[in-house]
């Protein structure tokens, strides 16, 4: 992190634990220390696998993909998802600018270049509930980190979809099925776009989202998040 940014940032705390921070980070050593990043990923949905393998089960068995890759920071785990529930129910909004930060280091390393940023959409219902989509709170700091435009409203969510928490994998791609619109954007065709969100889990959202983006003209799409889980 920038130790410049922190000066000016909300707080002088951990944004996992509340500890008093004197390094000039966002998290203290014991809480990040905790995070249990991703060092090799299924060079597809971005899952966590051993350093033999260059995908998993999962993406092994399947033939079509709409996107070309998911990028994930860290395992739905521990502090993470302490952070990701901070994020997503705490009203912590700051968090976003957290892990705008970690996905833009892992972005670099890909050495990946990004024409547009967009968004995983909410539901209207949710929105009003939340007050914010932590999807678009995140890919708004990495805009300003990266200075890669963020396409505003490419989605609409027209279907009030199931929990995915609840449902098996299979089950999860049904669900998001016919769940988004994508609007007309001449600026899109031929470009490589990147979704963001906070987690990606069996690539079922961002399936379909990367599936409305190329019938729109895309040319690549990557997905971005900070957990994978």
């Known amino acids: ?32 220390s905790k995070i249990n990043f991703i060092a090799h990923a299924c060079k597809r949905c971005g899952e966590q696998v051993n350093e033999y393998s260059s995908y998993c089960d999962k993406c ?30 705490g009203g912590k909004r700051y968090i976003a600018y957290l892990f705008a930060h970690f996905i833009w280091e892992k972005l670099r390393q890909e050495k990946i270049d990004i024409d547009y940023l967009c968004y995983v959409p909410v539901s209207l219902k949710r929105l009003k509930e ?22 505003e409203n490419l989605f609409l969510k027209i279907k009030d979809t199931a929990d995915q928490t609840t449902l098996t994998r299979e089950d999860r791609f049904k669900n998001m099925s016919g769940a988004f619109f994508a609007l007309e954007d001449k600026d899109i065709k031929g470009k490589t776009i990147a979704i963001i969100d906070d987690v990606i889990t069996t690539t079922a959202t961002v399936s379909e989202l990367s599936k409305l983006l190329k019938r729109r003209g895309a040319g690549k799409v990557y997905a971005l998040s900070f957990c994978h889980g």
Request: charged residues 30%.
């Open 1 to 32: 992190m920038d130790k410049f940014d922190f000066l000016f940032g909300e707080n002088f705390t951990c944004y996992n634990c509340d500890d008093e921070i004197l390094e000039g980070e966002y998290l203290c050593k014991d809480c990040y």
């Open 60 to 89: 092994k068995e399947r033939k079509n993909f709409c996107f070309e890759k998911c990028i994930s920071v860290a395992n739905l785990q521990g502090v993470a998802r302490s952070l990701v529930y901070k994020l997503k129910f």
């Open 130 to 151: 939340r007050g914010y989509n932590q999807a678009r709170e995140i890919a708004l700091h990495l805009s300003k980190i990266s200075n890669i435009p963020v396409k």
